[in-house]
């Protein structure tokens, strides 16, 4: 099982601009992003994640455990009346994560997430409905199991670029981060009562599959005198919403 390394760097926005035209000759965006009002390419990430009651993936997190796991149902942009949203399971081991998906349409999450009934709505992914099946069955084993429950909101906006050479190389630069405490499914699309995670950065995550970080992004780390850190949203988000923790980034 190949596994992808993953790396997080917190950026104050006035470097943004700098940033994007260091690794310009090294990627190409991703064909998914839309011309902003300020023509950056972006599009929005929207992420209702789970977890039980007494915030066992939240505590995971914190405690440094090695092996852990995020759940959570993803969306972008708006809602529209055929709006499909991905069922995700983020396993990470360390530095190293992979991502367990499948497909359904926003408007039957709830059916499923109450009677289970993969047959009926999970959408094949790619191709491949044995898998997308087999992933859907892990998400809905673990949250009947763990009885989670919706718990953040995270929101973001995203600008995703993927290496020219190695299409396995990809950066973001996650925008604008904000979150809110226990939604409702329907509310994924929803831009209310979110609270702000940074005041003055991004994340940037630089992705790959190879042992080593490319070289010209291992070179923009370093000339940019960017700091490798542990930063979930997820967590984030809880923190700031329950005033444990004040971004004054």
């Known amino acids: 099982m190949m ?45 209702i994640y789970f977890d ?19 759940f959570r149902i993803r969306g972008y942009n708006e ?7 991905v069922m995700e399971i983020k396993r990470k081991i360390q530095a190293r994560q992979k991502k367990y998906r499948s497909v359904i349409h926003y408007r039957n999450v709830e059916n499923l997430l109450e009677y289970g009934d993969l047959d009926r709505y999970i959408i094949s992914l790619n191709g491949d409905r044995n898998s997308t099946l087999i992933n859907a069955g892990k998400f809905m084993y673990h949250i009947k199991k763990g009885q989670f429950i919706p718990t953040c909101l995270v929101t973001y906006e995203r600008e995703a670029y993927f ?18 405490l226990y939604p409702q499914i329907d ?15 991004f994340i940037l995550e630089i992705k790959y599959f ?17 700091r490798n850190e542990a930063l979930s949203k997820y967590t984030i988000g809880i923190d700031v919403n329950r005033e444990k923790r004040l971004m004054t980034y």
């Not at 290496?163 to 809110?180: H, P, Y």
């Not at 190879?210 to 960017?226: E, G, K, N, Y």
């Open 3 to 47: 596994l992808r390394v993953e790396r997080k760097y917190l950026v104050p926005c006035d470097r943004i601009d700098s940033l994007r035209e260091r690794i310009s000759p090294f990627v190409r965006t991703d064909k998914y992003t839309r011309i902003n009002e300020k023509g950056e390419p972006e599009y929005t990430v929207r992420s």
């Open 52 to 70: 039980s009651k007494n915030l066992t993936c939240y505590r995971e997190k914190h405690e440094g455990v090695m092996l852990r796991r995020k």
């Open 79 to 85: 809602q529209i009346e055929d709006s499909k949203v």
């Open 163 to 180: 290496g020219k050479l190695d299409d396995g190389v990809r950066i973001t630069f996650d925008k604008n981060i904000r979150s809110r």
């Open 187 to 201: 509310s994924l699309y929803s831009d209310e009562e979110l609270k702000l995670l940074f005041k003055n950065h």
């Open 210 to 226: 190879h042992h080593d970080m490319p070289v010209w992004a291992r070179s923009v780390v370093q000339d940019f005198r960017l």
